[in-house]
Nanobody, 123 residues
Framework: QVQLVESGGGLVQAGGSLRLSCAASGRTFNNYAMGWFRQAPGKEREFVAAMSRTGITTYYADSVKGRATISRDNAKNTVYLQMNSLKPEDTAVYYC????????????????WGQGTQVTVSS
């Protein structure tokens, strides 16, 4: 089992930045690829970013490419999502997720999920 706890969400004005963190505990963190997803009210959960176990390979949704950076610190068992130039359409609950498989953009690939952290971007 892997337990994931997100933090760093909040209310920010459009154009601002946030850094989300996801602390992992349980199994060996660097055995897992990590992903960030988000879900807005009334919408399906959607992919935001993902990173391989080593951190060498990253993936981004087109909607955040150039504005988001995923990173991980395996010594701290933590994955981060830096979001810049935030837009009102970025408002959602953000979830981190872990997979023992190769990371991709599919929700079903990920075995473990955090409880989510709310990000609200005001216009």
């Amino acid at each position: 089992q892997v337990q994931l706890v997100e933090s760093g969400g909040g209310l920010v004005q459009a154009g601002g930045s946030l850094r989300l963190s996801c602390a992992a505990s349980g199994r060996t963190f660097n055995n897992y690829a990590m992903g960030w997803f988000r879900q807005a009210p009334g919408k399906e959960r959607e992919f935001v970013a993902a990173m391989s176990r080593t951190g060498i390979t990253t993936y981004y949704a087109d909607s955040v490419k150039g504005r988001a950076t995923i990173s991980r610190d395996n010594a701290k068992n933590t994955v981060y999502l830096q979001m810049n130039s935030l837009k009102p359409e970025d408002t959602a609950v953000y979830y981190c997720a872990a997979t023992s498989s190769y990371p991709d953009k599919t929700v079903a690939t990920y075995n473990y999920w955090g409880q989510g952290t709310q990000v609200t971007v005001s216009s």
